[in-house]
């Protein structure tokens, strides 16, 4: 599956914003997907994921009240809703699929990945 993630800006904290992924390919409704963000000198870290229903959803701690992933089967589309943005959501954002399973929340789970979108957050 090929995967655009778009949707990125500058917001200021305690502000809104949504990311969207476009996705190809005839794998996209039977994948997990995820989201992933990169901070300047940090590792890449798993944000959220949803199963390929959308039934089931898993967040980061850090994340986990704020943002919100959700997905269009219909339309090959993945987003990520995220509300209350705080300076260290700064990132870039990289939408992934998987297929090894709903439960996967490491970068090498992850086989197919977006180009990214960054995110800043100012304070």
């Known amino acids: 599956v090929q995967l655009q993630a778009c949707g990125g800006g500058l917001v200021q904290a305690g502000g809104c914003l949504r990311l969207?992924?476009?996705?190809?390919?005839?794998?996209?409704?039977?994948?997990?997907m995820g989201w992933f963000r990169q901070a300047p000198g940090k590792e890449r870290e798993f944000v959220a994921a949803?199963?390929?229903?959308?039934?089931?959803?898993n967040y980061a701690d850090s994340v986990k009240g704020r943002f919100t992933i959700s997905r269009d089967n219909a339309k090959n589309t993945v987003s990520l809703q995220m509300n209350n943005l705080k300076p260290e959501d700064t990132a870039v954002y990289y939408c992934?699929?998987?297929?090894?399973?709903?439960?996967?929340?490491?970068?090498?789970?992850?086989?197919?990945w977006g180009q990214g979108t960054k995110l800043t957050v100012s304070s």
């Open positions: 969207s992924c476009a996705a190809s390919g005839r794998t996209f409704s039977s994948s997990v």
């Open positions: 992934a699929a998987t297929r090894v399973g709903f439960g996967a929340t490491s970068v090498a789970d992850f086989g197919s």
């Open positions: 949803i199963s390929w229903s959308g039934r089931s959803t």
